[in-house]
């Protein structure tokens, strides 16, 4: 059977292959410590898994509404109001099974052959291979761990072009754990306003995992809201990967298009995890803010400890539960059996000789770094850290 051609450009993502080869030597009987996946290591809160049971016991089994039930929608906008401070009608909203399907559902929206689209690196690894699905180019803006992994006004205006038609971005960002703040997202928005056919994809979808104080939202800015498509979800903030919920907060036109296109793919979300979303977004957060707390424990002693092997340097990341050193000074050097070219080799040194598995920067658009993951027990992290530290001390 002959394939689509779309397919070879579509390649298995490497925090997913990293934890397969992590799961893979498990089964050998090897001592792993796998600090491949982003996925809270938290049970979801019991109020949360209540409502799902009540749900169960009321028989909300049947077919949803393409966009989500009305309350769900009307809680996602009392949601963005109470926390953001935006204001949003039911009618811009649509729920999808995750984030990653309300990402993929804007870029297919808006995206045609040959448009341009622009991706500030390091960025979640998906974003790319979503455009190019969509017959766009990527255009991406390099930004290192001098400029704490963020893009500067000046990047942003240097890499628009009439065919440009898309940014995407995301914060708390997904590998590097920085976070915009109000005024760079304003001096970003000053570019934005030059050039109107721009649509601005926000992720947010690590919004309540910030260490820096509020969540700050590019949409909040009115002369570009009507351009920007909010993504979030509640895989992160309420421990629910596994529940399968995102949305999207868009203009309506937006908004319509996805349900158009979500009618045709998925149809609704999962009807009983959509009656516990409600519940999750309009009661206390208190359990999210003790997992918040949780994470800035681990990321301070990560990032203190990342800091002290030589060789490795380190950001300060201010949200995500992520670190994402860059340790390109480890390229050309050995063990005397192993021979690191790059950040795949670093990361397959790790995962081989020192039993602990990351993923290569290359992944996220930065060849210099690689990511580890700290939603897992201080013990494990501990554990990581100076398994590393070994392993690193000895490449000469």
Known sequence: MQLAKRLSTISEPQTIKMA??????KAQGINIVDLSLGEPDFRTPDHINEAA????NEGWSKYAPVAGYPELLEAICIKLKRDNNLDYAPNQIIVSTGAKQSLINAVTAIV????????????????????EMAGGIVKYINCGIESDFKVTPAQLEAAITPKTKMFMFSSPCNPSGSVYSKEELAALVEVFKRYPYIAIISDEIYEYINFAGGH???????AIKDRVIVINGLAKGFAMTGWRLGYMAAPVEVARACEKLQSQSTSAANSITQRAAITALLSDLEPTYKMVAAYKERRDYVIGALKKIPGVKV?????AFYAFP????FYGKTDGESVIANDVDLSMYLLNKGHVTTVCGSAFGDVNCIRLSFATSMTNLQMAVERMADALGKLK
């Open 20 to 25: 397969k080869l992590s799961r893979e030597l």
């Open 216 to 222: 700050e939202s590019i949409a909040q800015f009115d």
């Open 112 to 131: 045609d052959d040959g448009d341009e689209v622009i991706i500030p690196t390091p960025f979640w690894v998906t974003y790319a291979t979503q455009v």
């Open 326 to 329: 860059d340790i390109s000074s």
């Open 53 to 56: 049971i009540k749900a169960v």
């Open 315 to 319: 950001n300060y990341p201010d949200g």
